[in-house]
């Protein structure tokens, strides 16, 4: 349970984190890549049952 809403919440994260904002378009894809990683991971760790 404490998974699904932690992915849930990381999912709102990095579509909130997508640049789409001119003063964050310098950014360049970091803070979406960041939240991306972590995301895969977290949906790797559920499929195996860690958490």
Do not use: K
């Not at 979406?32 to 995301?39: C, E, K």
């Amino acid at each position: 349970m404490l998974g699904t809403i932690l992915l849930i919440l990381l999912i709102l994260l990095l579509i909130g984190a997508f640049p789409a904002w001119p003063y964050s378009r310098s950014w360049g894809y970091a803070p979406s890549g960041t939240l991306g990683l972590i995301v895969v991971i977290l949906v790797v760790l559920l499929v195996m049952g860690q958490i």
